[in-house]
Every structure is written in C-alpha cells, then in structure tokens.
C-alpha cells in the first residue's frame, strides 16, 4: 500500500524556519522523482520544490534562495526546509511522488 506521510507543519513567525518531511512507503522510493505543493486559501495548488531521481532540482521563483528540497533514500523520506518565511507562504504543503500519488498535506502558516 502506498502511503506519503508528511509532518513537520506549524506556526512560525516571519523570518522563521520550518523543516517539513514526507515519509513514503510501499513503493521504489528511488526510483521517482519527488516533489513539494503547496495549496493557499481560494488558490490553486502550485509546485515548490522538485528532485529528480539522480538529485537534480528545480525551485519555484517565489522560493529560490529560500527553500532546499532534499530527500534519503536510505530513509525513504523527502524533506523541505524553509528559511526566511513569509506571510504568503502560508499554506498546506503536500509531498508528490511522480506518477505514485499525494500526501495528505500539512499546514505552515506563517503570522506574528
């Protein structure tokens, strides 16, 4: 059975940082690419972060400079850190496996 489990969501006041992680099981983990959504209130989800399967990533403008995808294979898990957060990053973050599925989301939401 396929499971994406991210954590690591929270409160966090501007200029703060957010590590998030994405626990995947029951499938390949190194063999797909993964990615970091993020979904805000009344818009659409949008891509953050994505690491192919040699490493390779790709950032959103929004996040360049601010946001690092990572992910351990040996851990099986994808991660997202945050600095420098901003009141317009609020949102539910949701981890992607290409071609396998979704998590279930965790909420950041950046205020003072």
């Known amino acids: 059975q396929v499971q994406l489990v991210e954590s690591g969501g929270g409160l966090v006041q501007p200029g703060g940082s957010l590590r998030l992680s994405c626990a995947a099981s029951?499938?390949?983990?190194?063999?797909?690419?993964m990615s970091w959504y993020r979904q805000a209130p009344g818009k659409e989800r949008e891509l953050v972060a994505t690491?192919?399967?040699?490493?390779?990533?790709n950032y959103a403008d929004s996040v360049k400079g601010r946001f690092t995808i990572s992910r351990s294979n040996f851990k099986n898990t994808v991660y997202l850190q945050m600095n420098s957060l901003k009141p317009e990053d609020t949102a539910v973050y949701f981890c992607k496996a290409h071609g396998i599925g979704w998590g279930q989301g965790t909420q950041v939401t950046v205020s003072s």
């Open positions: 029951g499938f390949s983990f190194s063999s797909y690419a």
């Open positions: 690491m192919d399967r040699i490493g390779s990533t």
